[in-house]
Every structure is written in C-alpha cells, then in structure tokens.
C-alpha cells in the first residue's frame, strides 16, 4: 500500500513540474507595461487556450500531492 501511495505521488509530482514548465509567463516585461491591457480586452478567451488547461492540469495535480502527502505522513508515520 505504501508503495503503490509513493508511486502515484511520484506521478502527481511530475504532472506538477512538467505542467508549470509549459505554462507561458504571465508578465511581458517592459513591453506588456508600456502596451497597457490591451491583450487583456481584446485577447483570446483564456478558457478555451492551451494555457487554460495547463492551468487546471496544474491545479489537480498539485491538489492530488496535497492529499497524497497528507494520507502517506498520517497512516504511515
């Protein structure tokens, strides 16, 4: 059981890192403070992006390694 608990926080783990690597940056630096929010107003839908499901990739995986950790220290330890 142990084990099995390590191996899919191990999986939960690399989700995490690998869909925070993919993610784009959210600040564009001097340019994106002199072109004010333009983006914003008239972008792209962010639901719809591939940063969208990143994101939500993102928030499972590490809700996922919340929970796994917590069970493995309190029913291991």
């Known amino acids: ?6 191996v899919i926080l191990l999986f939960a783990s690399i989700f995490m890192i690998v ?4 993610q784009s940056s959210k600040s564009d630096g001097l340019s994106g403070a002199i072109a004010g929010g333009a983006e914003q107003l008239f972008g792209r ?3 719809n992006t591939y940063d969208a499901m990143l994101s939500k990739v993102t ?3 590490s809700i996922a390694y919340i929970i796994l950790t917590l069970v ?3 029913i291991f330890n």
């Not at 059981?1 to 390590?6: D, F, G, K, N, R």
């Open 19 to 22: 869909s925070i690597l993919l």
């Open 72 to 74: 493995i220290v309190t």
């Open 59 to 61: 928030t499972v995986s």
């Open 45 to 47: 839908k962010k639901s």
């Open 1 to 6: 059981m142990h084990t099995v608990l390590m």
